[in-house]
């Protein structure tokens, strides 16, 4: 589908395949037990290489009794993606109560997507659980030589920049590329205090152009270059 936008928010769960998500400039990767929601008017296209099947659901923005759609508006206001891989081992169940409609179906239908919506509000508050420190830190923590964007963490961990930049801040204090500098700057410290590798070497171990690109980085981080900090490591020793 070509860029379009909607009035309603727009939940899509990925229960086979691939889909490709882009919205805000960014194209995000959605595999198998993904869910997405998009907030009203966020301009978005959808295309998939592999061919996809969703479970997809559009929630009108008139105010409902339960005051979902009220919580919505404060929690959910920027594109998400999570793995909700727990819920593939209920669909056949969901699918079932889909197909019969009943008056008791429709009523488990209503409060398995109400709990639901509230399990991703409460994820997007309160985002910065162990799982995503982990992946977080993983990830950065591997590509400690690479020259890591923004962008590049935001579509590994399947979070918009805005969100990833909110979480980060909230659980380290700092942005995405300040908590991955600080990263680089301590493998350095470690590599200086406990081994005999080069500067050189070091410098090209995380990823700097050159010894001198690394020395300046290091000193502007650490006030001191990195051969004054080894021999003062050293020294203390």
């Known amino acids: 589908m070509a860029e379009h936008h909607h009035p309603y928010y727009q939940i899509i769960y990925v229960i086979e395949g691939i889909l490709l998500f882009k919205v805000n400039g960014e194209e995000y990767s959605l595999k198998r037990g993904h869910i997405c929601i998009t907030p009203p008017f966020h301009p978005h296209s959808l295309r998939s290489e592999t061919g996809y099947y969703q479970l997809g659901a559009n929630l009108q923005t008139h105010k409902d ?54 399990s991703c509000m409460e994820n997007a508050i309160n985002g910065t659980d162990i799982d995503f420190k982990n992946k977080l830190l993983t990830f950065l923590n591997k590509n400690l030589d690479q020259r890591i964007s923004l962008s590049d963490v935001s579509k590994e961990l399947s979070i918009s920049q805005s969100h990833l930049e909110r979480l980060v801040k909230r659980e380290f204090g700092s942005g995405v590329i300040e908590l991955y500098n600080q990263l680089r700057i301590n493998k350095a410290c470690s590599l200086l205090s406990n081994s005999n590798y080069s500067i050189e070497n070091i410098s090209l171990h995380l990823g700097f152009y050159d010894t001198s690109h690394f020395s300046h980085f290091f000193k502007q981080k650490i006030k001191m270059s990195p051969t004054q900090y080894r021999k003062h490591k050293n020294w203390t020793k």
């Open 65 to 118: 009794s339960k005051g979902i759609i009220a919580l919505l508006d404060i929690y959910i206001q920027d594109f998400i993606v999570m793995d909700y891989s727990h819920l593939l081992e209920v669909l056949p169940s969901f699918e079932k109560e889909c197909r019969e409609l009943t008056k008791l179906s429709k009523v488990k239908i209503a409060n398995f997507l109400d709990g639901v919506m509230v």
